[in-house]
C-alpha cells in the first residue's frame, strides 16, 4: 500500500484503541492522503478477518475515528523511535492480542 505513495513502512505496533507508524515517505505525497488510504486499507483487510474482539470494540460502524496525529521526528535518531514504537505492544501481550504480532499492517502474515 505504501509503495503507491513511495512510501515505507519502518515500524508498526498497536496499543488498546490506536496504532503508531512510523512512515517514511517523500515531500511530494499529501499526507493526509496517505493517512486516509492506509486507516481505509486497514480497516478493509482487519475486518475481513471477521474477529469478534473487533466487532465489540467498534464505534458503530466506524472502524478508525476520522483524526489522526502526525510527528515529525527530526533530528531523533530513528532507532529509538521504532524503540519507542515497538514498546507499544507490551500492554497488549496480556489482552489476547499477541496472536496478531506476526501480520504486518495489511493483516498479512
Known sequence: MCSRYEASLD????????AHLLVSYPP??????????????SAY????????EV???????HFWSPSYAVVSCGG???EKVKEYIDNQQAP???SGFQERRGRDATGVA
Open 55 to 61: 466487532a465489540r470494540a467498534l464505534w458503530g460502524d
Open 92 to 94: 497488549n501481550r496480556k
Open 28 to 41: 511530494k505525497v499529501a499526507l493526509s492522503k496517505l493517512v486516509m488510504s492506509l486507516k481505509t486499507i
Open 45 to 52: 483487510r482487519i475486518r475481513q478477518e471477521n474477529w469478534p
Open 76 to 78: 531523533a535518531p530513528l
Open 11 to 18: 515500524a508498526f505496533e498497536t496499543d488498546r484503541d490506536h
